[in-house]
């Protein structure tokens, strides 16, 4: 197992055209008014306070793959037919998690809470999309370092989707140690706290 790192995140501000987009607006099917795109800028700039992004990650080495399991170092157990044939030419993996905080979701709920749904939305993609962004961000880096080290890197994976089941937190969040950066679950359903939260797997080969 190789050392834990915590990451120097960048402050994101996701674009107009990506929060627009988790909103459900289609440039092709909806008419974007220039009043809804001033309005939605605006909490674009003033959210970039509240976005406090963080992450951490760790590197793992594969020791058995069958059809539907991904044994890692550590005893982690992966379940995923899916998964599994992601990184059947893998010989480890980076697990990760990234966070933005809880303060746009705060924001969000307190729009919502006084019914200004409106704005609620808004902050609620503004949140989507910059999380997303760090994501992003930490998948080009590890590209960037693995393509140096002359190696690949498949595309992340995360807890929740396909056949990848999120009661796997309760075994990768502990290894993390990600309560120092502030995320946890819940206990019962395993989704992320706060929200505005991933995690995801990217298998390196060669």
């Not at 990506?18 to 909806?30: A, C, I, P, T």
């Not at 997303?132 to 998948?139: G, K, M, P, V, Y």
């Not at 989704?191 to 298998?203: C, F």
Request: aromatic share 6%; glycine share 6%; charged share 30%.
């Amino acid at each position: 197992m190789k050392e834990k790192r915590i990451w120097n995140m960048p402050k994101i501000q996701p674009p107009i055209n990506k929060v627009l987009s988790r909103m459900g607006y289609n440039y092709k099917k909806s008419e974007i008014t220039e009043d809804l795109m001033f309005s939605i800028q605006k909490e674009i700039n003033e959210a970039r306070t509240y976005i406090q992004p963080s992450a951490v990650s760790i590197t793992l080495e594969i020791t058995k793959i069958d059809s539907d399991t991904v044994n890692l170092e550590r005893d982690i157990t992966l379940k995923s037919v899916k998964l599994a044939k992601l990184l059947e030419k893998s010989k480890s993996v980076i697990i990760f998690a990234c966070t933005i905080g809880d303060g746009v979701e705060k924001r969000s709920a307190e729009y919502i809470g006084v019914g200004e749904m409106t704005k609620g939305i808004i902050w609620d993609a503004i949140g989507s999309e910059a999380v997303e962004a760090s994501a992003d961000f930490i998948n080009g880096v590890i590209a960037q370092e693995m393509q140096i080290m002359k190696k690949s890197i498949t595309k992340r994976f995360s807890p929740g989707y396909g056949d990848l089941k999120t009661d796997v937190h309760s075994d990768i969040m502990p290894l993390l140690e990600t309560e120092d950066l502030g995320i946890g679950f819940d206990k019962k359903n395993f989704i992320l706290k706060p929200e505005k939260s991933i995690t995801a797997i990217i298998g390196i080969s060669g």
